[in-house]
Structure formats: C-alpha cells, structure tokens
C-alpha cells in the first residue's frame, strides 16, 4: 500500500466523521468550537458574541458514469482505501472549479484511460458508508469514444463486467443501488 495510506484506520475515521469532522476550533477567530443545537441539530458553533460561526456538515459532491457495451458493465477495483481490492463504477469527488458533468469525464479518464461522451443523467445517490465523508453521487450514462482501456489513478484494475456476473465485492451502497436501479430502469425494457 502506498505510503500515503498507511495509517487509513475506516474505525477512526467514521468516529471522527460522527464528531463533526474533528472540527474544534473556528475557523473565523480560531476560538474553540462548542457542541450545540442549532436549526434542530447538533452543531459546532462559536459562542463568541462578535463571531456566531456555525460548522455546517455537508456532503461532499462527487460524480461519475455508468458505462455499458454489449450488456456488460464498467468497473474500477479500487487501489485505495477505503475498500481496497473491492469494485466500483467510476466516480470520485468534484473539484471546486469543476461542473459535475466534468468531473464524471475525468474521473473515468484517470481511472480508465477511456474518454467518453455523456449521453443523459442517470440519477443522485446519498453515499453515508465512505469513512472518509458523506458524499451526494451524481451519476451519468456515458459511451466510449476513444482512449485505452487501462488501470490509472486510483484504479488497480478495469474491466468490463456481465450483468450476469459482476462481483462479489462493490465497495459502495450508492453504487449496489445504482446497479439495481439501472437493471430495473433500462435493462428490463
């Protein structure tokens, strides 16, 4: 495993996720931080009177594409925690200048080495099983026009994968329920 990763501990990072991310001090006027209701929710806020600052714990976007050729659909096997060796479409978060239609091109670029045209959307999913963060997925029905199939970024492995076999380990529920409602919208008709 790269180095980088060496300390991934899903457990410790799931606890910190529930607590506010580890937020403790402001951001603002670095005053610490203090657990309190606010908007009917548990909330890190600032109590200094000139300050108020509210930490907002919001999901993170992330995109990505569903890409099927001759009924049988595309997978990246993760290289990367969290789920290393596990599989899932490709998809990662969005940077901060980028459109999400943007991002679903170049995460499949990075993790496969395919270039493709967005062809519609698919559907939004709520992802709460990353240790790492909540994300919202957006994901896009694509086609192949061109590039190479190969591992890349954070991919150990790609490939093409029957409906009839896919396998056994998806790393994400978004991306089991992205499957199932993919066979039931369009593979049924």
């Not at 209701?37 to 995109?63: K, L």
């Not at 709460?128 to 086609?143: E, F, G, M, Q, V």
């Not at 998806?170 to 593979?187: E, V």
């Amino acid at each position: 495993m790269n180095d980088k990763y060496k300390n991934f501990d899903a457990e410790v990072l799931f606890a910190r996720k529930n607590k506010h991310c580890g937020f403790r001090f402001c951001p603002l006027c670095g005053k610490a931080l203090v657990e309190a209701a606010v908007d009917g929710r548990r909330r890190m806020t600032c109590h200094d009177e000139s300050c108020r600052y509210v930490f907002y714990q919001n999901p993170i976007p992330a995109a990505g594409a569903i890409i099927v050729d001759e009924d049988r659909i595309l997978f990246v096997k993760r290289a990367h925690p969290p789920k290393i060796g596990w599989w899932c479409l490709p998809a990662g978060f969005m940077e901060w200048d980028e459109h999400p239609t943007q991002t679903a091109i170049r995460e499949v670029r990075e993790e496969t080495g395919l270039e493709v045209e967005l062809v519609s959307f698919f559907e939004v999913y709520s992802g709460h099983d990353d240790p790492r963060s909540n994300a919202i997925l957006l994901l896009y029905l694509a086609r192949v026009t061109g590039g190479e199939l190969r591992a890349a970024d954070d991919a150990q492995e790609v490939r093409f994968f029957s409906f009839d076999a896919l396998p056994e380990k998806i790393a994400f529920a978004s991306h089991i329920q992205a499957l199932q409602d993919y066979r039931r919208r369009i593979r049924s008709k």
